[in-house]
């Protein structure tokens, strides 16, 4: 049963990590993109970003960089606490090998 369950982790955390953030980018990038209803006017101020979409792009954003820094950190864990002592995770420096 313990193999079930580590399974559904590392499948979880592969589809959240592996399709989420790439699908998190995607919409950042389509929240920073000038709205255009289809045959609008062009009396609309073209060019703007209402505040709620830049702040939800930003915020999304924030989260994409916090992943890759963590991610880099848990990567290199070793190394940091065999040349500075960091423990940054509380796992002694191993990633559970």
Do not use: C, N
Request: net charge negative; hydrophobic share 55%; aromatic share 8%.
């Amino acid at each position: 049963m313990e193999l079930f369950s580590d399974l559904l982790s590392v499948t979880l955390a592969g589809l959240l990590l592996g399709a989420g953030l790439p699908i998190l980018f995607a919409i950042g990038i389509k929240l920073t993109a000038p709205a255009h209803a289809d045959g609008a006017a062009e009396s609309q101020t073209s060019g703007q970003i209402s505040p709620l979409r830049r702040g939800a792009a930003g915020l999304i954003f924030l989260v994409i960089i916090l992943a890759v820094i963590i991610g880099l950190l848990w990567i290199t864990q070793g190394r940091l606490y065999e040349a500075f002592g960091w423990d940054l995770f509380g796992t002694g420096g191993t990633s559970g090998h």
